[in-house]
């Protein structure tokens, strides 16, 4: 596996943990917070299948399954999604500040995985194709990491917007 970049971004919002964290963890928000994702179906409790359209995807459009790994309400969501060879782990914590703010930090981790084991010859073919697709791939985590930033200002407008 090739490690890539890894996205941060935090956000203070004007509202209680408990009303940004049901709006984060809605599904039904998700295409209004994160600009490329046009729809997402629910496939069980903790998968999701999450369609994304930008001009630069295959057929304009991609569709991704995300599973809910781990959550602690109010305070802890992580999530995995794999699209391969793209694996991406992304993880929000949910801060209460004073009652009536909140801190989010967020953090996604992408790796390259290109299915070629643990041998040396696999190991030394992952290296040497991955720097090649790092290379490739630095301008989606970028694009990823606008992504992340437009993300958290929508989610910060919704929740001090519907804050009661």
């Not at 971004?9 to 709006?23: L, T």
């Not at 999530?79 to 209460?96: I, Y």
């Not at 009536?100 to 967020?106: A, C, G, K, L, P």
Request: charged letters at 25%; one cysteine or more; hydrophobic letters at 40%.
């Amino acid at each position: 596996m090739v490690q890539l970049p890894t996205v941060e971004g935090s956000v203070e919002i004007n509202a209680p943990v408990e009303h940004v964290y049901a709006i984060y963890m809605d599904l039904d928000n998700v295409p209004k917070l994160v600009d490329d994702v046009e729809e997402v179906e629910r496939l069980s409790d903790e998968r999701s299948m999450w369609t994304f359209r930008h001009p630069n995807l295959p057929r304009g459009t991609a569709k991704v399954e995300v599973t809910l790994v781990a959550t602690s309400p109010n305070k802890r969501a992580e999530w995995r999604a794999v699209e391969k060879p793209l694996v991406c782990r992304a993880v929000t914590v949910f801060h209460s500040l004073d009652g009536n703010r909140t801190r989010i930090d967020h953090r996604t981790e992408y790796t390259v995985d290109l299915g070629l084991g643990t041998s040396r010859l696999g190991v030394g073919v992952t290296n040497w194709a991955g720097s090649a697709l790092e290379a490739h791939l630095l301008d989606a985590v970028k694009l990823f990491e606008h992504m992340t930033q437009e993300t958290l200002r929508k989610g910060k407008e919704l929740a001090e917007s519907t804050a009661g």
